[in-house]
């Protein structure tokens, strides 16, 4: 795969961007363009775990059910991950600075008109919004950091771009926690208001429209409707799996339904003169490795993180403030190391750096099984310690791998990929693992209640407690005399032990298979393709 001609090449002898505006002071600067993006891209994924905390007061206002909670984070996660490569084919289109002006603007309209939202039914639709919105957003932010940084210094600003979304991530809990319990949960969304006008502000004072001279002039309608179809019911099978259930005919129905949804969306691709996603794209190992890679470390990530926050919480018995806070030694490692990765990076390639990462990924993951009830904070730390150590490399290195590898015509569709892939790869480690958890559950409670001579459950019952107990959650009827609580409780946490402790040892093998994956990998062959601009 060859460079492709942009028109943001740099013009003869001037250092500027030919067929844009010439860059002025901070205008177009590739520094400031960072900063400015970075705000954009932090109130997006700040969103991503700022609102879980927010949920249970927002059913109590509002009088929702649990599966209407549910749907608060369902709803905005299958818009965001069913529109993320058509919001890059429209960055690629129509120019990455204006998709990202309208991403910003959408994102934080409709964060204000959750606010303000009197019904359950509102908050829903609204979280959709914010899905189509934060599509639009996120890979024109890549696009946008691959037009203006040269391929020397893109890797270190990839660095700066993880370590925002790594921080913002981590963050949510804690500044979710402060806004609920001293503010209000509406607080939580009306917070993305200013951020979004600074977003906006600085996009338009300092972007620079930035686009391939062949870019694409057409849109692929069916490709769209057949690529968004297949995702919808790949995403809508992971997210109700553990509700249906792994064996169960609903799942799979909607499984095969993708199956045969993105053959169908292979074959047209090869047929139709624009495609939504050349495949010849995937003829680059590179690019493919670094999609797989990907998605097998937000798999170890996500899936085996999910359960520490129930960990901390309800076995620990820490508020979610005091569980964000001891995850802290993960955000800090994030964002020292994320930097310090990129400029590994461009000085030995992403080879080695994305392998060690996901060999410190894996060690950490098994570390993460060796947790019990009583284990301190410090032993806790240094295993999410080496878990950020291990991914800031992985986010930054197989993010320059997909985009470094793609046509600079087709880097919107290489950000959306990127996205997509650490969005799916999240939804399958909660669900994959989640199942894992519940099948130890359910073959150890059983056993681990008749030893410590507690009274026979129905087969119902059985079905409820276990439930609770893959929450961390001791389920004590109200009225229990303390010896017997303490004993449902401590069966309860021995059982969530066991099965966070089996989970986590998958989430390690998964990322053993990762560091064969990381060899695949090399500097991506189009990096340089844009990126023209001087004022480095």
Known sequence: ?????????????????????PAKGWRGHPWVTLVTVAVGVMMVALDGTIVAIANPAIGKDLG?????????????FLALAVSLITAGKLGDRFGHRQTFLIGVAGFAASSGAIGLSDSIAAVIVFRVFQGLFGALLMPAALGLLRATFPAEKLNMAIGIWGMVIGASTAGGPILGGVLVEHVSWQSVFFINVPVGIVAVVLGVMILLDHRAENAPRSFDVLGIVLLSASMFALVWALIKAPEWGWGSGQTWVYIGASVVGFVLFSVWETKVKEPLIPLAMFRSVPLSAGVVLMVLMAIAFMGGLFFVTFYLQNVHGMSPIDAGLHLLPLTAMMIVASPLAGAMITKVGPRIPLAGGMVCTAIAMYGMSTLETDTGSLAMSVWFALLGLGLAPVMVGATEVIVGNAPMELSGVAGGLQQAAMQIGGSLGTAVLGAVMASKVDSDLAGNWADAGLPELTPAQQEETGQLVQQGIPPVPEGTPDAVAGKIADVAHDTFISGMSLASLVAAGVAVVAVFVAFLTKRGENADAGAGVGHI
């Open 1 to 21: 795969m060859t460079s492709q001609t942009t028109i943001d090449k740099p013009g003869p002898g001037d250092g500027t961007p030919a067929g844009s505006a």
């Open 64 to 76: 929702a059910s649990w599966s209407e909670l549910q749907w608060i984070t369902n709803a905005y």
